[in-house]
T-cell receptor
Framework: DGGITQSPKYLFRKEGQNVTLSCEQNLNHDAMYWYRQDPGQGLRLIYYSQIVNDFQKGDIAEGYSVSREKKESFPLTVTSAQKNPTAFYLC???????????FGPGTRLLVL | KQEVTQIPAALSVPEGENLVLNCSFTDSAIYNLQWFRQDPGKGLTSLLLIQSSQREQTSGRLNASLDKSSGRSTLYIAASQPGDSATYLCAVFDNNNDMRFGAGTRLTVKP
């Protein structure tokens, strides 16, 4: 089955803690993206990666970090510097930047 | 900075009606525009992608149009069904590799 997966489905973060959200794709796509979705708002881009070992900041990168060591994987770390992390996080991939994006099922992050 | 607006925020129609969802954007220098569907608590599913050189795209009961000069796109859904109930989002990809999403239109189709 080709697709894009995210784990976990729900994640709880304690204050001061860093947490990492997983995103994996087996579509052989070069580009991958992380978005944040808040209630009643559109998606906002956190980071994107055009190719392995490359990534660019989006509109709301502060308090987040990413890595792209493998084509298939684009993990997102929500650091303790992100003061309002509660949101629905969506990962996407596309064959190249600007082409149709395919989304994972999302991870809902909640703060304890 | 590109801004994408979707009106209305919510729409309720009886089954069988044809309907139009609207998307407007402020900067016409776009690379493409995509329409997505999102079910509650789920990821997005791509419906249609219109390149900047195209005027419309069709897939089944869906037709999306693009008027770059006026900064507008519409998604036309024919013969709506209860299964069409979802939030529909449009997203604009511009020439600076920026993707901007609208807040979405929440559609309810009543049986």
């Amino acid at each position: 089955d080709g697709g894009i997966t995210q784990s976990p489905k729900y994640l709880f973060r304690k204050e001061g803690q860093n947490v990492t959200l997983s995103c994996e794709q087996n579509l052989n796509h070069d580009a991958m993206y992380w978005y944040r979705q808040d209630p009643g708002q559109g998606l906002r881009l956190i980071y994107y990666s055009q190719i392995v070992n490359d990534f660019q900041k989006g509109d709301i990168a502060e308090g987040y970090s990413v890595s792209r060591e493998k084509k298939e994987s684009f993990p997102l770390t929500v650091t303790s510097a992100q003061k309002n992390p509660t949101a629905f996080y969506l990962c996407a991939s596309s064959i190249y930047v600007g082409e149709t994006q395919y989304f994972g099922p999302g991870t809902r992050l909640l703060v304890l | 900075k590109q801004e994408v607006t979707q009106i209305p925020a919510a729409l309720s129609v009886p089954e069988g009606e044809n309907l139009v969802l609207n998307c407007s954007f402020t900067d016409s220098a776009i690379y493409n525009l995509q329409w997505f569907r999102q079910d509650p608590g789920k990821g997005l599913t791509s419906l249609l992608l219109i390149q900047s050189s195209q005027r419309e795209q069709t897939s089944g009961r869906l037709n999306a149009s693009l008027d770059k000069s006026s900064g507008r796109s519409t998604l036309y859904i024919a013969a709506s069904q209860p299964g069409d109930s979802a939030t529909y989002l449009c997203a604009v990809f511009d020439n600076n590799n920026d993707m901007r999403f609208g807040a979405g239109t929440r559609l309810t189709v009543k049986p």
